[in-house]
C-alpha cells in the first residue's frame, strides 16, 4: 500500500515535470530555448514516471528492466539535446541575432 | 475570474501576453483606395483561406470517418456462432501451432512457417527496394560528375571536422548493447515477441548510429559493398532455399527430417530460428543501405 502511494506520488511528479516542458516548448519562441524546456521531459520526467513504475512493481525483473530504460534513456537524451543544439549553432548563419554568443570563432 | 485565468494562462503560452502586445499588423487602410470593390486584401485573402482549409478539412475527416463507421458496422459480430466459418485457419493456428512449429511465439510460428512465403516476399520487396534506389543513386562510373565529386570531397572534409566527441564516447558505450539487443532478439524470435524484422531493424540503426558518429569510412572497413551483397543475396537464396525444400516435401507428404526441439529452447522450431536470422541480415543491410546511399551515394 505505501509502496502504491510512493509510486503514485513519483509517477505524479513526473507528469507534472512533463506538463512543465510541454508549456515551455510552447511558450519559447527560438530553437535552443524550446530545446532547453523539450530536454526536461525526456530525462527527468521520464524518470520520475519510469522510477514510480520501478517503486510499484517491487523488486522484480520488470524493475530491472525500467532501470535499463533510464540508463539508456540518460545517456542518449542528452545528447541528442546536444546534437541538435550544435546542429542549430552551425548552420544559423545570424546566431548572435537570436542569443548572445561568446565566441563567435569557435563554433565547431 | 477563473475564464480571465485560463485566458491570460493560454496568453501567456501562446506568447501573447499584455506586456509584449499582439503583433501588429501593418496598415493597409492607404492602398484600400486604388483598388477594385471586389478585390480582396492580403488579410482577407489569408482569413478565406483559413476558413476554407478547416472546412475542407472538416469535410475530408468527416468523409474518412463515416466510411470507416460504415465498414464497421458490414463486419461480422465479434464472437458471435453464426458467423462465416473463415474461422477454420485461426482454431487450426491455436491448437495445433505449438505442435506443427515448435514455436511458442504463435506470432513466429504462422509468419514463418505457415506463411513463410508471404514473409519471403516481404524480404524480396527491401531487396528490390534497396536495388532500384542503388540504380537510381549509386555513384558508379556512369553516374559521376565532377561537380558532385568536390561537394563530395567537401562534405567529407565538413564530416571530419565536426567529429562530435561526446557523440563518439557514447556511441563507444551504447553500441555494443544495441548490436547485442539486436541480436538477442532475433534469435529469440520464436520463443519471445520479435523476430527477423524487428531485430534486423535494430542492427540497421546501430550501424546507422555508428555511421554517423565515426563517419561512413569507417564503417566500410567492416561492411562494405562487397560483404553488403554478399550478405543479402545469401541471406535470400538461403531462405529460399530452405522454404522450397519445406514445402517440396510437404506437398509431396514426405518427413522433412528436420527436428522440431523442445518447445522454449533456443535450437527448437525448426526452420523458424534459420529464416528468423535470414530475414535479420537482409532488414539490417537494407535498413544501412538506405541512410548510406541517400547520404552518400556509395555504400
Redesign the interface.
Known amino acids: 500500500m505505501a509502496r502504491d502511494i510512493i509510486g503514485s506520488v513519483l509517477i505524479l511528479m513526473g507528469v507534472c515535470v512533463m506538463v512543465i516542458a510541454v508549456?515551455g516548448t510552447?511558450?519559447f519562441?527560438y530553437v535552443l530555448n524550446r530545446m532547453h524546456a523539450a530536454a526536461l521531459c525526456d530525462t527527468l520526467g521520464l524518470m520520475l514516471v519510469l522510477s514510480g513504475l520501478m517503486v510499484i512493481s517491487g523488486f522484480t525483473a520488470l524493475s530491472a528492466k525500467f532501470f535499463a530504460i533510464i540508463v539508456?534513456i540518460w545517456?542518449?537524451s542528452p545528447?541528442m539535446s546536444?546534437?541538435i543544439a550544435?546542429a542549430e549553432v552551425?548552420t544559423h548563419a545570424h546566431l548572435s541575432e537570436e542569443c548572445e554568443v561568446i565566441d563567435n570563432d569557435d563554433r565547431? | 475570474m477563473k475564464k480571465d485565468m485560463w485566458k491570460r494562462f493560454s496568453a501567456?503560452?501562446?506568447?501573447t501576453s499584455e506586456e509584449r502586445g499582439p503583433l501588429e499588423l501593418p496598415d493597409t487602410a492607404v492602398h484600400h483606395e486604388k483598388k477594385k470593390l471586389f478585390e480582396l486584401s492580403d488579410e482577407q485573402k489569408i482569413r478565406l483561406f483559413k476558413a476554407g482549409y478547416l472546412a475542407v478539412a472538416a469535410v475530408v475527416c468527416l468523409a474518412v470517418v463515416s466510411v470507416l463507421l460504415y465498414t464497421v458496422f458490414q463486419l461480422p459480430l465479434f464472437g458471435d456462432p453464426n458467423n462465416p466459418a473463415v474461422n477454420d485457419v485461426v482454431e487450426r493456428y491455436v491448437e495445433k501451432g505449438l505442435e506443427e512449429t515448435g514455436a511458442v511465439n504463435m506470432v513466429a510460428g504462422m509468419i514463418i512457417d505457415y506463411r513463410s512465403f508471404d514473409n519471403f516476399v516481404e524480404s524480396s520487396v527491401l531487396f528490390l527496394a534497396v536495388t532500384s534506389v542503388m540504380m537510381l543513386l549509386l555513384r558508379d562510373k556512369n553516374n559521376i560528375s565532377r561537380e558532385e565529386d568536390i561537394q563530395e570531397e567537401h562534405e567529407r572534409i565538413i564530416e571530419k571536422?565536426?567529429s562530435?566527441l561526446?557523440?563518439q564516447k557514447?556511441v563507444s558505450?551504447?553500441l555494443p548493447?544495441i548490436m547485442l539487443f539486436g541480436v538477442y532478439v532475433v534469435l529469440n524470435g520464436h520463443i519471445s515477441p520479435g523476430g527477423g524484422f524487428s531485430g534486423g531493424a535494430v542492427m540497421g540503426a546501430g550501424l546507422i548510429l555508428y555511421a554517423s558518429a565515426f563517419g561512413t569510412d569507417k564503417v566500410r572497413e567492416l561492411f562494405n559493398m562487397k560483404t553488403f551483397k554478399t550478405v543479402t543475396s545469401t541471406a535470400l537464396l538461403c531462405y529460399a532455399a530452405s522454404k522450397a525444400y519445406s514445402f517440396y516435401t510437404g506437398a509431396n507428404g514426405l518427413h522433412t527430417g528436420i527436428p522440431l526441439g523442445t518447445p522454449g529452447a533456443i535450437f527448437s522450431s525448426g526452420l523458424i530460428l534459420v529464416l528468423d536470422i535470414c530475414v535479420g541480415m537482409v532488414v539490417a543491410c537494407t535498413m544501412y543501405g538506405f541512410y548510406v546511399l541517400f547520404a552518400r551515394g556509395e555504400i
Do not use: S
Request: hydrophobic share 65%; aromatic share 12%.
Open positions: 508549456a510552447f511558450r519562441k539508456f545517456l542518449a545528447v546536444h546534437l550544435r552551425l565547431i | 501567456w503560452v501562446n506568447g571536422e565536426a562530435d561526446i557523440l557514447v558505450m551504447v548493447c
